[in-house]
Antibody, heavy 121, light 108 residues
Framework: EVQLVESGGVLVQPGGSLKLSCAVS????????VHWVRQASGKGLEWVGRIRNKVHNYGTTYAPSVKGRFSISRDDSENMAYLQMSSLKTEDTAVYYC????????????WGQGTLVTVSS | SYVLTQPPSVSVAPGQTATIICGGN??????VHWYQQKPGQAPVVVVYEDSDRPSGISERFSGSSSGSTATLTITRVEAGDEADYYC???????????FGGGTRLTVL
């Protein structure tokens, strides 16, 4: 069974940093990209960014709202992906999902259950 | 940046057909994907690449796209279809993934 499991969400102060993890199983991470998507309470889905696989030089792309503050990385040997967040703002408070893209890589085939990040003093 | 526009809500009686639209500039030239999200759960793709259905998704769900509008159609609506629905595209110009604001489907 294909699974993605996020962890690392906690309460953090504005201006702080946090690293989320995404553990994958049921498929080989090395052949896949990984996306991060977030959702503030009662709001819609917001794409955060993605990292491509080795064939595509682990290329990354980020939404304008997080570019320069967030960074996505991966460890294929451990089947893990990460979202490093810094200079956190209250508006970054959300449930963060990692997701595996589908065949064309234009859609998100499998999602994790999400982890809650709360940015507050 | 590319923008997708959805109506905030759609209501339909059980057994009827629900139509959820997603508007975007020349969206017919892009591949459109649709996700269903129930309260407290992660999103699930119900239609991808305009009109394809993943295995396990009911044939009652279908999609189409042309011009400036994409459409998700749910026939013979059931109470279990009540959820938020999001359209999504990949914007090649910016290499960004874009979601619509979401439509809450209420089954009367």
């Amino acid at each position: 069974e294909v699974q993605l499991v996020e962890s690392g969400g906690v309460l953090v102060q504005p201006g702080g940093s946090l690293k989320l993890s995404c553990a994958v199983s049921g498929f080989t991470l090395s052949g896949s990209g990984v996306h991060w998507v977030r959702q503030a309470s009662g709001k819609g889905l917001e794409w955060v960014g993605r990292i491509r696989n080795k064939v595509h030089n682990y290329g990354t792309t980020y939404a304008p709202s997080v570019k320069g503050r967030f960074s996505i990385s991966r460890d294929d040997s451990e089947n893990m992906a990460y979202l490093q967040m810094s200079s956190l703002k209250t508006e970054d408070t959300a449930v963060y999902y990692c997701a595996r893209p589908g065949g064309s890589e234009q859609w998100l085939m499998t999602w994790g259950q999400g982890t809650l990040v709360t940015v507050s003093s | 940046s590319y923008v997708l526009t959805q109506p905030p809500s759609v209501s339909v009686a059980p057994g009827q057909t629900a139509t959820i639209i997603c508007g975007g500039n020349n969206i017919g030239s892009k591949s459109v994907h649709w996700y269903q999200q129930k309260p407290g759960q992660a999103p699930v793709v119900v239609v991808y690449e305009d009109s394809d259905r993943p295995s396990g998704i009911s044939e009652r769900f279908s999609g189409s796209s042309s011009g400036s509008t994409a459409t998700l159609t749910i026939t013979r609506v059931e109470a279990g279809d009540e959820a938020d629905y999001y359209c999504q595209v990949w914007d090649s110009g910016s290499d960004h993934w874009v979601f619509g604001g979401g439509t809450r489907l209420t089954v009367l």
